[in-house]
């Protein structure tokens, strides 16, 4: 089984409250490739509100 390393950026939706972001997260992160491991490692908000986060993932492939 061939492993890859994925870091991305996503914008977090006002829609998606604390509660569902575990799985909105997946359903985003499990599009690329078969998710193993993942872990978000910073939260931003800019001075408008818009929230981001840094996620890092393991994924087959």
Do not use: C, F, H, N
Request: glycine share 4%; charged share 25%.
């Amino acid at each position: 089984m061939k492993l890859r390393r994925l870091e991305r950026q996503l914008p977090w939706p006002q829609t998606v409250p604390p509660q569902q972001l575990r799985r909105w997260l997946v359903q985003q992160l499990d599009q690329e490739a078969p998710l193993l491991r993942w872990a978000i490692t910073a939260v931003s908000v800019d001075p408008s509100g818009d929230r981001r986060l840094q996620v890092e993932a393991v994924v087959e492939g």
